[in-house]
């Protein structure tokens, strides 16, 4: 079964600076997307940013960035010139890629809670 | 806003109510899915509905019954809940339920006392 480990309960980062959430993961597939979603106090859970597993290329949207490696089934996030409105819940989620008549239902870690300082 | 909305966004029941939650999303998805959030646990997918039809059911108390009468309308019915069920309910779409990116709800914040 998959499973996504995000060792990281808590974060802090000061505003401006940079910081680095850990995600792991374990799949016997080699093929599969992850992700990574933001759940602010309003508690929408917002896409991040996503990563195909095919693709060599790290993803990156804007000030957000991933470390994807995939040997070594490690998936972080990078925030660059962290704003206060990056405070909120960091969930990794994994989906394998569903044939035929299965689902692949996306599976989440427990979350990084990232405070941002003024 | 990401297109899927939820309500009520509280909801305090006590453990002999029926009451129900409602989404519905404005995507044109039609693949829904619910969620539970609880305190300090990774979210557990409770149902998943393609086109109407469930999918996927995760072994979850009969005391929740969820119900889509067409694919922009999912809700998820409560009767009978225990304490522990009190959790964030989240509902999500995504274009189908091969799609790799789902949008979700606000959120439901239900408590059983």
């Known amino acids: 079964a998959q499973t996504v480990t995000q060792s990281q309960p808590e974060m802090s980062v000061q505003e401006a600076e940079t910081v680095t959430l850990s995600c792991t993961y374990d799949?016997?597939?080699?093929?599969?997307?992850l992700f990574w979603y933001k759940q602010p106090p309003s508690r929408q859970m917002i896409l991040v940013i996503r990563?195909?597993?095919?693709?060599?290329q790290n993803a990156t949207e804007n000030r957000f960035s991933v470390n994807f490696q995939k040997a070594a089934k490690s998936f972080s996030l990078k925030i660059s010139d962290s704003q206060l409105g990056d405070a909120a819940m960091y969930f990794c989620?994994?989906?394998?890629?569903?044939?035929?008549?299965?689902?692949?239902?996306?599976?989440f870690g427990k979350g990084t809670k990232l405070s941002v300082k003024p | 806003e990401t297109g899927v909305t939820q309500t009520p966004r509280h909801l305090v029941m006590g453990m002999t109510n029926k009451k129900s939650l409602k989404c519905e999303q404005h995507l044109g998805h039609n693949a829904m899915y619910w969620y539970k959030q609880s305190a300090k646990k990774p979210l557990e997918l409770m149902f998943v509905y393609s086109l109407e039809e469930r999918v996927e059911n995760n072994s979850v108390p009969s005391r929740f019954s969820p119900e889509c009468p067409n694919s922009s309308h999912l809700f998820l019915h409560l009767h009978t809940l225990q304490p522990e069920d009190s959790a964030l309910y989240l509902c999500a779409s995504s274009q189908s339920r091969v799609n790799t990116e789902a949008f979700f709800g606000q959120g439901t914040r239900l408590t059983v006392v």
């Open positions: 989620a994994y989906r394998r890629i569903p044939y035929g008549g299965s689902q692949g239902n996306l599976i």
């Open positions: 990563q195909e597993a095919y693709k060599q």
């Open positions: 799949t016997s597939e080699s093929d599969y997307y």
